[in-house]
């Protein structure tokens, strides 16, 4: 073959090494039974463990939650109570909620991780600055990510997207 003729690569298959850097996006809904709310301790432990499994592989895992199971901002916003921008908030301190307990039942179970936030919440997280959460997927935490983007009017899909983008993610 000729030294100008690009290179064919192969795809990646199962039995490659995984992925170096992953962002996992999860939904508010998982940390509870369905059709209920809140977080249940069964379905918190599931997470926690399939997280420490894809750790074990050795992939540097950023995690985005939701928050459906504590508030929606938009169902919020729909009833006319609420305005949108303040609902969107709300949801927002959802995801801080699971973030929190997603990050407790991690720590249990010897996974070292970090929990940042988009909107400012120092007390109980540290804020979301690209270079810090880089450095923490280098040392090997897991970085949980909460409050969506910060603004209102977006989802936490919006937020997954945007994260694994900033951080390098091969895959979501």
């Not at 999860?26 to 209920?36: A, D, H, R, T, V």
């Not at 985005?64 to 921008?85: C, D, F, P, T, Y």
């Not at 400012?120 to 909460?146: D, Y």
Request: hydrophobic share 45%; net charge positive; with cysteine.
């Amino acid at each position: 073959m000729p030294a100008s003729a690009p290179q064919r690569t192969t795809p990646r298959t199962r039995h490659d090494k995984p992925y170096r850097r992953v962002l996992l996006k999860i939904s508010g809904e998982s940390f509870c039974k369905p059709g209920s709310f809140g977080i249940d301790p069964d379905e918190l432990g599931s997470i926690a463990n399939e997280i420490k499994g894809a750790k074990a592989t050795g992939v540097q895992l950023a995690v985005v939650v939701g928050g459906g199971n504590i508030i929606r901002g938009a169902e919020l916003a729909a009833s006319g109570h609420i305005e949108q921008a303040t609902a969107d908030h709300m949801g927002m301190l959802g995801t801080v909620i699971n973030a929190l307990a997603l990050k407790e039942k991690l720590l249990s179970l010897g996974v070292d991780c970090r929990v940042q936030s988009a909107l400012e919440i120092r007390a109980v997280a540290e804020p979301f600055i690209r270079g810090r959460a880089l450095r923490h997927l280098e040392k090997g935490r897991v970085v949980i990510l909460a409050a969506g983007t910060g603004n209102p009017f977006f989802t936490t899909d919006t937020a997954a997207v945007l994260r694994a983008i900033e951080v390098g993610a091969e895959v979501i």
